[in-house]
């Protein structure tokens, strides 16, 4: 499949090929091997021009997965388990920087291929990729770049797709699947022969298990790939169990346990010690004790396979690590259900199944097995591979999904039913040594550092039953989005996808073991490897409301900086053949996107006795920068506004602009301008006799379509103003001493933009002043329609995947041009450095 797209895309430069390559999987400890599989293929791949070099990423969270996102024109590999990429393409990326989630939006939605690798293992989030697939076939017509998916697996049912979204478009997916043609399954693995046995072993008798799984790897005799014997359990508890019954009898003795509950420093030795071809050779003698990890692209052979009963399909996948290279195998199937019902974590219907079928065969390889399944009849067939999910996304949901904007308590939608199916939804956890009666630094993890825990199972862990509050001796702490820095976690905050630090004496990990909630040991901390000040400053601005490391560097005005992110706009929208019109409104957006910096409050915040006395700087150096809660201080001190939003600024005196020069344009009252006079409310007149500068003129040749995209585009620059404009949590705190009302996000009704350049060359704006008015629900006898309205507008004219696409390319633009060093001629000019 890499090599597919790879020839297609790089190769060919076939431009209908999407540039993106998505690799979903079941799970985390398949992601590495992915990984390093796409490694080797793009080694192999002849050296490309620098915006045809093919990049390979890992998306699991952290500091270090790569800044993809900042090269929309260039070709990736993205690799990841179904809860970080679906996240992602659901607008709520799990273990992300909030501001990044309409980013990640964009791109994973726009100009992707996703190959969904072993769906089976998927659960509900197989559902989800196929509604995701039918609403962008829904909006394709709307679409600036192709979107495709590709569903993979040895058990694939064409009808796990069908729902009454996927219908239309469903027969157009399945046609023509890729398979293993009838004429080539014969010899070599095809004609292998793997005997089945079952028996039954209470839950509750893992030295029972334990004795059964030695008497079974007793038989084995050292042969070309080892004595090896695979063990597979259902639960992380059982696995943890049955290893330890087995060392027990078996101490000195080669027998590991893996599972998903391990830090990824903590497994990197697994693939290189015996996950492997070359592990399986003569003189190993090894047990291998495991949950579901295992169950799909883990090249091991083993002599022998135990397996705890499972639904067929996993069970399918689990029988092909046995004898995997060739010769014959052993399979023992152990039931352990002391009830019907139990069958955690699948359904007791599918354990029933899969029991009756194993009953009926005595042999269990790729040819038995194909034999058994074609003498099935339809309603047979579908009972061996049920799929009836618990959720279904909806595309009202998936609408609704776009806007990012956190309640007052920074709470989200729960996406979560969407993504994993049961209690095995997980939050990400790392351990730190911090100090007694001290929280966290502004620590941002490596992704190598970061625990996969049941959500549940963490609450539980820390916090006392049916309680809020940690229990004594636990330490640990949630990300505060609003405030910028790590609170005390609490049981409500522990949910799917946030991230968790806990301090390393509060237990609860153990790198022979994993995640272990008994353990009171300290927990030895990761040593995560460095990262760039450039990504540092990234993740810290993303992941913060009032975040500005983006503007830490050399002192540069708003029209030097502006004009570099038009070019890189401009630049970006070319190389992904966008039309002209689109490259245009991208760059006249970028042209105002930080016009709001004028504002005093944003001035304020930087200080210093080298600072160039103006009042139009955009940037500069980290020690000039006032800190939280007088970050936003006007430089005469007069006030201060602590949530401040430079964007929302810049967005609003597009408004202005119009009020002034053009108030019956088409985008403000134009429409309007008979039904608001027989309200008594006349349209005014032009209020300005100064001519429009060449850039203001571009801004009023628009239609009202394209002004809604430009100042929505420069509203939503930093992903912190979308399409909710309401008051944050700090402008609440605001005491109104004139009347002019709250703030909303640091901007006042009244508020003015002094009179500063914005393009170079070009004669200052004139000062504007800012209202509120479009931040109101109905029509507005200033501004005309509301801004959700505007936003409401654009997503049915592009689509939410198009539309968060144009977005992602600004912001991109604005990163990318952000970390330049370049010098302002303004300043330079005047001696300023």
């Given amino acids: 499949m ?104 964009g791109l994973l939605n726009q100009d992707v291929l996703w190959v969904m690798d072993e769906v089976q293992l998927m659960g509900v989030g197989l559902a989800t990729s196929a509604q995701l697939q039918a609403f ?34 469903h027969q157009a997916w399945v046609q023509d699947p890729c ?71 078996r101490k000195e003795a080669d027998t590991q346990l893996i599972h998903s509950r391990f830090r990824p420093a903590d497994r990197e030795n697994w693939q290189r010690d015996f996950l492997n071809k070359a592990a399986c050779k003569p003189g190993v003698d090894r047990i291998i ?64 199944s899969a029991w009756d079928t194993i009953q009926q065969l005595r042999d269990v390889g790729i040819q038995a097995l194909e034999k058994h399944e074609a003498s099935l009849s339809s309603e047979a067939r579908q009972r061996l591979y049920p799929y009836a999910p618990a959720h279904l996304l909806l595309r009202k949901e998936f609408d609704e999904l776009f806007d990012t904007t956190p309640d007052l308590t920074g709470a989200d939608l729960d996406i979560s039913r969407f993504i994993r199916s049961g209690d095995e939804r997980d939050l990400q956890v790392f351990w730190l040594e911090i100090e007694q009666g001290k929280p966290p630094e502004d620590y941002k993890p490596h992704r190598r550092e ?29 990300w505060d989005w609003l405030d910028g820095e790590w609170k005390t976690a609490t049981r409500e905050a522990m949910l799917p996808g946030r991230i968790l630090c806990v301090a390393a004496d509060s237990g609860g990990y153990c790198p022979d073991r994993g995640f272990n909630a008994e353990s009171s040991a300290s927990v030895p901390p990761v040593v995560a490897p460095a990262v760039s000040q450039a990504i540092q400053a990234l993740e810290e601005a993303d992941d913060q409301q009032d975040g500005e490391q983006l503007s830490f560097s050399p002192w540069k005005t708003i029209v030097c900086h502006s004009q570099e992110v038009a070019d ?100 403000l009252l134009g429409p309007w301008v008979e039904a608001l006079g027989k309200l008594g409310q006349a349209v005014p007149n032009v209020q300005v006799s100064s001519p429009a500068t060449p850039l203001i003129e571009r801004l009023l040749k628009c239609t009202a379509e394209e002004f ?18 309401h008051a944050a949590p700090k402008d609440q705190d605001y005491r109104d001493r004139d009347g002019r009302g709250l703030p909303i996000r640091g901007i006042r009704e009244g508020d003015h933009l002094p009179s500063v350049a914005l393009a170079p060359g070009e004669p200052p704006l004139p000062e504007v002043t800012l209202s509120l008015e479009p931040s109101k629900l109905g029509l507005s006898s200033k501004t005309g329609v509301s801004w959700r309205e505007r936003c409401i507008g654009l997503l049915e004219q592009f689509g939410p995947a198009a539309l968060a696409f144009l977005e992602a390319i600004l912001r991109a633009a604005d990163v990318r041009a952000s970390q330049l060093t370049t010098n302002d001629p303004a300043l330079a000019a005047e001696g300023n450095r």
């Fill in 136 to 169: 962008r076939d829904q909006d394709c017509s709307k679409h600036l770049r192709p979107c495709f998916t590709w569903w993979m697996s040895a058990t694939l049912q064409p009808d796990w797709l069908k729902s009454v979204d996927t219908e239309t478009y």
């Fill in 289 to 352: 004790v495991a949950t579901q990890v295992v169950e799909a692209g883990v090249d091991i052979s083993a002599g022998c396979l135990v397996t705890e009963l499972a639904p067929w399909p996993s069970l399918v996948q689990r029988f092909g690590r046995c004898a995997r290279y060739g010769g014959s195998g052993s399979v023992l199937v152990v039931d352990r259900r002391k009830k019907s019902d139990d069958t955690a974590p699948y359904q007791p219907e599918e354990l029933e």
């Fill in 568 to 667: 890189e706009a401009k630049t970006i929208a070319a190389a992904v053949g966008l039309d002209e019109s689109l490259q245009n409104l991208l760059k006249l957006a970028a042209l105002w996107h930080d016009w709001g910096k004028s504002h005093p409050a944003f001035q304020g915040a930087m200080r210093g006795p080298n600072r160039p006395q103006r009042t139009d700087l955009a940037k500069g150096p980290k020690g000039a920068w006032r800190r939280p809660p007088d970050m936003y201080r006007y430089l005469d001190d007069s006030e201060t506004r602590p949530a401040f939003r430079h964007e929302l600024a810049s967005a609003l005196g597009l408004f202005a602009l119009l009020e002034l020069y053009a108030p019956r344009h088409e985008a």
């Fill in 179 to 249: 398979e293993v043609p009838n004429a080539q399954r014969t010899g070599g693995l095809w004609d292998i022969s793997k005997s089945v046995t079952t028996a039954t072993i209470a839950p509750d008798k893992p030295s029972e298990l334990a004795q059964r799984i030695l008497d079974e790897h007793a038989k084995l005799s050292d042969g070309e790939f080892g004595k090896i014997t695979l063990v597979v359990c259902n639960t992380v508890e059982r696995a943890c169990q049955t290893f330890d019954a087995i060392v027990k009898q």
């Fill in 2 to 105: 890499l090599v597919a797209w790879s020839y297609h895309r790089l190769h060919r430069k076939d431009n209908k090929w999407p540039r993106r390559l998505v690799w979903c999987l079941p799970m985390r400890a398949l992601v590495e091997q992915t990984f390093q599989a796409a490694k080797q293929l793009a080694e192999n791949i002849p050296q490309q021009e620098e915006q045809d070099q093919l990049t390979i990423h890992i998306a699991m969270g952290g500091e270090d997965s790569g800044e993809w996102f900042l090269h929309p024109e260039r070709p990736a590999i993205i690799i990841g388990t179904q809860d970080m990429l679906l996240s992602r393409a659901l607008n709520r990326g799990y273990a992300s920087a909030r501001a990044r989630w309409p980013m990640e939006f």
């Fill in 708 to 725: 809604n995209l430009v100042a929505y585009l420069v509203a939503s620059h930093h992903g912190k103003v979308r399409v909710g404009l």
């Fill in 450 to 478: 970061l625990c996969a825990v049941p959500f549940l199972k963490a609450r539980d862990w820390l916090c006392e039953k049916d309680k809020s509050k940690l229990r004594n001796g636990k330490r640990a702490w949630i």
